[in-house]
């Protein structure tokens, strides 16, 4: 069977449904995702807090555990090669090698009973096959690349002598050092405070630029996604709800959500009393509206939303939306100026 | 690292302060003293030299100063009964009990911890419920009825075993091994089932620790995942618990010892208490006591090993 992938990306996620376990019975959490990282390209992937954004790249490395989860459709080709039928041996080649990630939690991330030297040489010995002394070696170049100063002292560190950004450092090191294509990084400033966050995202932005990685970076801030990000994934309830360039998501939003989250974010120019906020819940994976996910919550809602789900279309530029009325918000932007 | 070792080991001095304190009180409070072990049909005459003899009437303090300063020498007295002195009886029977006592907690940890791995990572599928259930007689289960019933199959029914006795280990380590394997399971089966589900549940939070996401993400195998990553960390409540069960481990061997005739001290508390042998009875309980303190020692001392803060924390 011949595969159609883009040859424009590095890595391609087609028609993705993941679903979990509720009272035994599969639900998906996330439905028919699509979406590409070109390579050198930091892609965001933003939506809310229980969105799918975590679940789909997790299956990407097949980190899910099955049960309660299992991928019911889709493929996510990596070179040319579907990663969902790989055997688990060859996923773990790829782990770690080819693919990499962080993730949100820098506190308890790293194994407390290893030195941070330990943890990253194993990386670097179980994929490049060095000797103990050159991973050694290797790992300090890598903790001094993400900027940790005195790297030989600190791989006898443990994690628990670190501080947050520090160990999100050396997370980042140990993802890093044996030269991925792709870095997953799961929300990975959330949990830092904002200085430590602008050095993690700005650190991020120079391997970029220096090794020519590919960043799929997810958060729900998206002030860090005007700051980071080339491309932008809106996710909702487990659906791809816009995919756009930067510039195109921010000046001009078609997604009645993506505009809400715009509108939800604080502006220092601007005096009001209370912040914007989109009416309503993220609904439960097991208790998803008819028709449009969104429609229950959209101020642009009409009786059509509710019969069917709209498609992902093109609405030029390669800018996707999911919406029946991207039209009409796009003319009400151009009357606005 | 040494350090912290020898202040361990100093620790444990005013621990056996007290515990000799609790039980010369304990010895004390108890109505009648080795005299009445006579019998009814001595004379007043003869019990009141008996007690002159022994230092019975001397007032508490200076018998319990008696009794430290001689144990520090390394002398435990006589016992009341044969005369002879209680250290020679000592290194007679407490090999039996502590190869006893060792084998259960070997063959158990042996058994438990790789079981109890099974049953968390293949949580809720069939070796998992086995694996649960059999741990959960286990740890019902009285171990000298679990001994009788073994006796009853293996010795009477299916006739492999002898049903008690002892033959030292230097003499035969066959001969010694079939007649320590019955006591050494029974004794174990709780000490094994207790572990067992320890391990069970400290894997479980283990596994679900994020530092084990990440493991996989670097591309391990999850035998690597689960021997390296998990089990290091599991092993901290795993230790405590095994430490804490060794102490139960040598109150089993008294009834254990009985059920097989085994000549260990545990059998042999018993009979001195009977016999209101004293100083027989609480050198052995002293002893017992030395070695549970040792081995709780040794469990905070691998606890250090181990985990990096915990030791951090004791350096403080």
Redesign the interface.
């Known amino acids: 069977m011949k595969q159609e992938t883009n040859q424009e990306y590095l890595l391609e996620i087609k028609d993705l449904t993941t679903a979990f376990l509720f009272d035994g019975k599969p639900v998906p959490v996330t439905v028919n995702v699509s979406y590409g990282i070109k390579k050198g390209e930091i892609l965001g992937i933003v939506g809310e807090s229980g969105s799918g954004k975590s679940v789909t790249v997790k299956s990407v490395l097949r980190l899910l555990p099955s049960p309660p989860s299992s991928i019911l459709n889709g493929e996510i080709y990596f070179h040319g090669q579907n990663l969902l039928t790989l055997k688990e041996k060859e996923m773990q080649k790829i782990r770690g090698n080819k693919i990499s990630m962080i993730f949100q939690e820098p506190m308890t991330s790293l194994n407390p009973v290893y030195t941070c030297g330990n943890q990253i040489t194993e990386t670097i010995m179980l994929h490049q096959h060095l000797s103990k002394e050159e991973a050694l070696k290797k790992a300090a170049r890598m903790l001094d690349l993400v900027g940790i100063p005195a790297p030989e002292s600190r791989l006898k560190s443990y994690p628990h002598q670190l501080s947050g950004g520090m160990r999100q450092r050396v997370m980042i090191a140990m993802a890093l050092s044996c030269e991925p294509e792709l870095l997953i990084a799961d929300e990975p400033t959330t949990a830092l405070d904002p200085t430590i966050q602008a050095q993690i995202i700005t650190l991020i932005k120079e391997l970029r630029d220096s090794i020519g990685l590919s960043v799929m970076y997810i958060t729900h801030d998206l002030a860090v996604v005007a700051e980071i990000c080339d491309r932008v994934v809106v996710m909702y309830a487990g659906m791809v709800m816009e995919i756009a360039e930067i510039r195109d998501l921010f000046h001009a939003p078609l997604h009645p959500y993506t505009q809400g989250l715009m509108q939800a974010m604080p502006r220092i120019n601007q005096q009001s009393e209370m912040l914007y906020n989109i009416p309503g819940m993220v609904p439960h994976a097991t208790q998803m509206p008819t028709g449009c996910r969104f429609q229950p919550r959209c101020p642009y809602a009409t009786e059509v939303c509710s019969q069917a789900c709209p498609e992902l279309v093109d609405a030029g530029d390669g800018h996707m939306v999911r919406c029946f009325h991207y039209e009409k918000l796009r003319k009400e932007r151009v009357q606005n100026g | 690292m040494a350090k912290k070792i020898v202040r361990k080991v100093l620790l444990m001095l005013p621990v056996l302060f007290l515990v000799s304190i609790i039980l010369f009180t304990l010895m004390e409070v108890l109505p009648g003293d080795a005299a009445y072990g006579l019998g009814s049909d001595v004379s007043d005459e003869y019990i009141q030299q008996f007690r002159e003899e022994h230092g019975l009437d001397k007032p508490a303090y200076v018998r319990y100063l008696d009794w430290v300063t001689n144990m520090l020498k390394g002398d435990f007295g006589v016992s009341l009964i044969s005369g002879l002195p209680i250290i020679d009886r000592i290194k007679v029977r407490f090999p039996v009990t502590l190869e006893l006592t060792l084998l259960s907690m070997i063959v158990a940890v042996v058994i438990a911890i790789p079981a109890g791995i099974l049953s968390a990572v293949k949580r809720?599928t069939l070796p998992d419920y086995l694996t649960s259930v059999l741990a959960m007689v286990g740890v019902t289960i009285p171990p000298f009825w679990l001994g009788m019933l073994m006796v009853l199959l293996f010795s009477i029914t299916l006739g492999w075993l002898p049903a008690s006795g002892y033959v030292e280990l230097t003499e035969s380590v066959s001969e010694n091994l079939t007649r320590m394997i019955m006591p050494a399971l029974a004794l174990g089966t709780q000490f094994a089932a207790t572990v067992t589900r320890q391990t069970r549940s400290a894997f479980l939070e283990t596994l679900d620790?994020?530092?084990i996401?990440?493991?996989?993400?670097?591309?391990?195998?999850?035998r690597v995942v689960i021997w390296k990553?998990a089990l290091?960390?599991a092993l901290i409540p795993i230790v405590t618990t095994i430490g804490m069960q060794t102490g139960r481990l040598f109150g089993g061997a008294v009834v254990i010892e009985t059920v097989f005739t085994l000549p260990g001290i545990g059998r042999e508390i018993v009979n001195s208490i009977l016999l209101r042998d004293y100083p027989v009875v609480m050198a052995l309980i002293m002893i017992v006591a030395f070695i549970v303190i040792v081995i709780n020692t040794l469990i905070d001392i691998i606890h250090g090993l181990?985990?990096?803060?915990i030791s951090?924390s004791q350096q403080r």
């Open positions: 809720n620790q994020d530092y996401v990440t493991a996989k993400a670097k591309g391990l195998p999850q990553h290091r960390n181990i985990d990096p803060r951090q």
